[in-house]
């Protein structure tokens, strides 16, 4: 079956650095990907919607310019977290869509920031 | 505005006991609804889905779902369950266009007791 693929799966960074997190669909194309945050015991929250050849779509009260999104490729979408801060420590998940109406997930990428 | 509802945070039932998770939706038209389900550290996996149909839906690992729209439900049940169910389960219903969106519910942590 279709594969999300996400690295790296953990990344500590320091206050101040950027993180980039990659999320790719292994043998097919993805010409939408969706980014979800969740932080410790809680349900997923849309960030944003990655398309392919153009911006990303953001979600009411997510950051832009804080959360770089980019999707160069059929099957890569990147999620770059820029000066990343404490409170930006999470547990980052991408998805496409594989069918209709049905999306596959990536195993997520545990952010922390010292 | 679509949301999901899972009432129950927690619950324990003992291995070989029968299983059913709640979930309620708030959508004008007729939903997409989907059970995910997350082992810790883990991305989501789907279990099932419902478009329309047949209103009760059969999904993987023996699970099942029943779309009742009277009751604006689609609780997620399994006869009998497995120390391997253990996990985080999360309703979830498809937003949007063509449900280009998908909003989670709270989530509902399964506890096996041995």
């Known amino acids: 079956g279709a594969v999300v693929s996400q690295h790296p799966s953990w990344v500590i960074c320091k206050s101040g650095t950027s993180v980039k997190i990659e999320c790719r669909s292994l043998?097919?194309?993805?010409?939408?990907m969706f980014w979800y945050r969740q932080f410790p015991k809680q349900s997923l929250m849309l960030m944003a919607t990655?398309?392919?050849?153009?911006?990303?779509?953001?979600e009411q009260g997510v950051e832009k310019d804080k959360f770089l999104i980019n999707h160069a490729s059929l099957t890569l979408s990147t999620l770059t977290v820029t000066s990343a801060h404490p409170e930006d420590s999470s547990f980052y998940i991408c998805?496409?869509?594989?069918?209709?109406?049905?999306?596959?997930f990536g195993a997520g990428s545990r952010l922390t920031v010292l | 505005a679509q949301s999901v509802t899972q009432p129950d945070i927690h619950i324990t039932v003992s291995e070989g006991a029968s299983l059913e998770l709640r979930c309620n939706y708030s959508?004008?038209?007729?939903?997409?609804l989907f059970w995910y389900v997350q082992s810790p550290g883990q991305g989501l996996q789907l279990l099932l889905k419902?478009?329309?149909?047949?209103?009760l839906v059969q999904g993987i690992k023996g699970f099942e779902a029943e779309f009742k729209r009277s009751q604006s439900s689609f609780n997620l049940r399994k006869p009998s369950v497995h120390w391997s169910d253990a996990a985080e389960y999360f309703c979830?219903?498809?937003?949007?266009?063509?449900?280009?969106?998908?909003?989670f519910g709270s989530g509902t942590r399964l506890s096996i007791r041995p």
């Open positions: 998805s496409a869509r594989t069918g209709t109406n049905v999306l596959t």
């Open positions: 043998d097919f194309q993805a010409t939408t």
């Open positions: 990655s398309n392919e050849g153009s911006k990303a779509t953001y």
């Open positions: 959508y004008g038209a007729t939903p997409y």
């Open positions: 419902y478009f329309s149909g047949d209103t």
């Open positions: 979830a219903v498809g937003a949007g266009s063509s449900a280009s969106k998908i909003i």
